[in-house]
């Protein structure tokens, strides 16, 4: 049972706009900033957003995140199938002192 | 071009310890703080411990605290992960992490492809 709780999965078809869930607590994302992360298939994850909406330069800008009270967002425009990975939430917890990540989205492009 | 690579992985009985190293490339380590994040087999990513750019802030996840210690070489680029206490349930991919900051969480900006450890006895 992660601290962060993502849905198990998502999907969309190419050149769509999705948007992946994260859901939290005062602890932690009500308190702190959100980080995203992608992890492809038999890869290293990546980060694509820190800062709740601040993306590094190599991470295109189809990539944007948001957050509001203990919830937050990474919306995913034009869709394409080298999206297709797990994305993985994460905040540092006040409370427990450390960070915590959510379960994780597997993301499919139809 | 940054560079992160662990090693020192492998099988170890339930009790035994080992020790993980992370060899940094391309950067600057003593600017940044250290991070090593495991994922168990088909599961997600679970952090392990910070290390601020100097070694004075140092924090652990719940589930390895008293068991695991990290601690850096800022001159010879080496992160290290001493694990005591191995239990089964420690079994995963290692990864150490950069930071963008040099002390507290902001974002893990490179990552190591990681070292697999399995204990098991």
């Known amino acids: 049972q992660s601290v962060l709780t993502q849905p198990l999965s998502a999907s969309g078809a190419p050149g769509q706009r999705i948007t992946l869930s994260c859901s939290g607590s005062s602890s932690n994302i009500g308190a702190n900033s959100v980080s995203w992360y992608q992890q492809l298939p038999e890869a290293a994850p990546k980060l694509l957003i820190c800062g709740n909406n601040e993306r590094p330069s190599d991470v295109p800008d189809r990539f944007s995140g948001s957050k509001s009270g203990t919830s937050a967002s990474l919306a995913i425009s034009g869709l394409q199938s080298e999206d297709e990975a797990d994305y993985y939430c994460?905040?540092?917890?006040?409370?427990?002192?450390?960070?915590?990540f959510g379960g994780g989205t597997k993301l499919t492009v139809l | 071009q940054v560079q992160l690579e662990e090693s020192g992985g492998g099988v170890v009985q339930p009790g035994r310890s080992l020790k993980l190293t992370c060899e940094i490339s391309?950067?600057?380590?003593?600017?940044?703080?250290m991070h090593w994040v495991r994922q168990a087999p088909g599961k997600g990513l679970e952090w392990v411990a910070i290390?601020?750019?100097?070694?004075?802030?140092?924090k652990y996840a719940d589930s390895v605290k008293g068991r695991f210690t990290i601690s850096r070489d800022n001159y010879k680029n080496i992160v290290y992960l001493q694990m005591d206490g191995l239990r089964v349930e420690d079994t995963a991919v290692y990864h150490c992490a950069k930071d963008r900051n040099g002390v507290y969480y902001y974002g893990m900006e490179a990552w190591g492809q990681g070292t697999t450890v399995t204990v098991s006895s």
């Open positions: 994460a905040a540092w917890d006040d409370r427990l002192n450390g960070l915590v």
């Open positions: 391309g950067f600057t380590l003593m600017n940044h703080a």
């Open positions: 290390l601020s750019y100097e070694g004075s802030h140092e």
